[in-house]
């Protein structure tokens, strides 16, 4: 499939703030860097209309996404924690998450970091997500969250 054909999908999935996203551009040169560097990029703030076109671009690899998962309401359907650890052992962290069934779905960067992903059913008051994050933070023996 391609990437327009998910793009629908992610608009969907990670629903949040849609007046305004933060966009990412990364050094494509920097991408060779061993795997314990941060690639580096740019990131610039954009007030404006988040569209699936935005979701497929950044499917594409043209130009990172950043959405605001609280919405107009303080409400979210989604919380991520970031992890800027790039010496971490990811692999032992996803194992850990897959043996005790924790409902989170990791995500490699593309600056080489991690994104940890849950999902709500329906929208969940913003303070309660931060809260849930902070917990497996703290379980996992992270030190970064924000939602």
């Known amino acids: 499939m391609s990437a327009s054909e998910f793009a629908g999908d992610f608009y969907k999935l ?20 061993k795997s314990s560097d941060k690639v580096a990029s740019e990131a610039y703030f954009k007030d404006g209309e988040v569209t699936e076109t935005l ?9 990172g ?11 979210c359907k989604f919380g991520v924690i970031d992890i ?27 600056s080489g970091g991690m994104h940890l992903y849950v999902f ?5 008051a913003a303070k309660s997500v931060v809260e849930s994050l902070e917990s497996f933070c703290s379980y996992l023996g992270l030190k970064e969250t924000f939602v």
């Open 14 to 33: 990670f629903v949040g703030n849609r007046g305004f996203y933060v966009e990412h551009l990364f050094d494509i040169d920097e991408k060779k860097k």
């Open 120 to 124: 709500f059913k329906k929208e969940v």
């Open 55 to 63: 979701y497929e671009r950044h499917l594409e690899g043209a130009k």
């Open 84 to 110: 800027d650890d790039y010496s971490a052992n990811y692999s032992r962290l996803v194992d850990t998450i897959y043996e005790y069934s924790l409902p989170i779905f990791p995500f490699r960067t593309k």
């Open 65 to 75: 996404l950043g959405i605001c998962p609280i919405n107009e309401s303080n409400k």
